[in-house]
């Protein structure tokens, strides 16, 4: 049985739940521009600071927005392992440095403001390619956000594990931005990984050819280096994915209705094929997804009203995600083994399932990952006693031996498909 602690905590949690999406069916009022441009995170969320310096932890985050027309952001966390000598870059915990370091810190722009934050050098010796992982956060459609402070740890921890640049994906929130938002914002920022990783290779061709005489950088008429920028003069090329990504060794992670979204994005990435080169999706994993069906399953019938989220509130918040007219829990963003469902399974990535012992949602979880082997695909399950539902990602469970044993489980098996070729066995 789960803790006194998660039993107390996940009354409160109920209770503060319910009353949030009682709150938003009954009285939708919303800003026109969270309408227009969608919300990300809630104003009651704990937010993680972004810190582009290598902190104590070995990992630096930068928070990009990344869509013109809507709120869609990421924030990217790097760990210090993309870097060969970590010894060679100097410390750069100090965002203000005083003068006389100016000239070994980032860089001075002309009106003298000083980036503290980690910067790869230009000629690429000290860079050292990881994997992506593509993470989607939970929150049941309406809360949650990639820089949460439970986010932000959790995905620190899967960075250092993992050993891989983790780019946790800030997508639009319901009742403000309903289906199929979210799932659009994660296509969005899969596509948006294939465009930087063509203009970082469009970059460095740029850089073969050299003007000037030997160890000089590639330089124009005017004796500037030559890259890729937009209208203000700004590279259009983000330099940490640049650098450190390898985009073909791309992971794709979904936290609770996360793993919807990964599901999605997954489908996507088969149908799309090679239009999304140079992206490749080796794996997904889908931690305790947010499926639900018409048909109840024995876990929904005996755990209806199991720990954190219940079936009623879970119901609620597809309500606030769905519209009254596509309203339905066969719905193919709800049910994965929908009839409706467009990319046969034999196609889908391999795919590892996490599942707890008290969550209602486990048994349909089960099942798909049961159809995805019938059609050979890698489909293990993590099964793990005494958890609930978010048991790895919840703040307060963080911390917890459990949750560490889970992303090191995770790490494990992912690292079949992301480790180059002769390294797989070794971690």
């Not at 026109?32 to 704990?46: A, F, L, M, W």
């Not at 609620?316 to 469902?341: I, M, Q, Y």
Request: some cysteine; aromatic content about 8%.
């Amino acid at each position: 049985m789960p803790t006194l602690t998660v039993k107390l905590y996940s009354v409160l949690f109920k209770f503060f739940l319910k009353r949030k999406l009682q709150t938003l069916i009954e009285n939708p009022n919303f800003n026109p521009n969270s309408i227009s441009h969608g919300v990300v995170t809630r104003p009651d969320e704990s937010i993680a600071a972004a810190n582009p310096s290598f902190s104590m932890d070995g990992i630096a985050t930068k928070d990009l927005h990344i869509d013109p027309f809507t709120s869609l952001s990421i924030r990217i966390f790097l760990p210090d392992s993309a870097i060969v000598s970590p010894e060679s870059v100097p410390n750069l915990r100090v965002r203000v440095p005083s003068s006389k370091n100016f000239k070994n810190l980032g860089k001075v722009s002309e009106h003298g403001v000083v980036y503290g934050g980690y910067l790869p050098e230009k000629n690429g010796r000290n860079c050292r390619k990881l994997p992506i992982i593509l993470q989607f956060h939970g929150g049941g459609w309406v809360s949650g956000g990639n820089d949460t402070v439970a986010n932000d740890m959790f995905c620190r921890r899967v960075a250092k594990l993992c050993d891989a640049v983790v780019v946790a994906v800030g997508y639009r929130l319901a009742p403000e931005s309903r289906y199929p938002a979210a799932f659009e914002d994660g296509v969005k920022v899969l596509n948006w990984l294939a465009k930087e990783a063509n203009l970082a290779e469009c970059n460095r061709s740029l850089g073969n050819g050299r003007i000037g005489g030997e160890g000089n950088e590639t330089l124009g008429r005017e004796g500037r280096r030559q890259q890729i920028v937009d209208g203000f003069g700004s590279s259009m090329v983000e330099p940490w994915l640049a650098a450190h990504g390898d985009p073909s060794r791309c992971v794709l992670l979904g936290v609770s209705c996360g793993a919807n979204i990964s599901n999605h994005v997954a489908q996507h990435a088969v149908k799309a094929g090679n239009l999304l080169d140079p992206i490749r999706v080796v794996a997904q994993v889908l931690m305790y997804p947010f499926f639900i069906g018409s048909t109840p399953t024995h876990s929904e019938v005996k755990m209806c009203n199991s720990y954190l989220y219940d079936k009623s509130m879970s119901i609620l918040a597809w309500k606030l995600f769905l519209s009254e007219e596509e309203f339905n829990l066969d719905h193919p963003a709800a049910n994965p083994l929908t009839p409706r469902r467009e990319t046969p399974l034999k196609y889908m990535p391999p795919t590892l399932t996490v599942v707890a012992e008290h969550d209602w949602m486990r048994d349909r979880a089960i099942a798909y990952s049961e159809e995805l082997r019938k059609v050979n695909v890698d489909a293990p399950v993590l099964d793990y006693k005494d958890a609930v539902h978010e048991f790895a990602t919840l703040e307060v469970l963080l911390k917890t031996p459990k949750a560490q044993a889970c992303c090191e489980d995770i790490a494990i098996w992912v690292k079949k498909y992301i480790s180059l070729r002769g390294h797989e066995f070794s971690y």
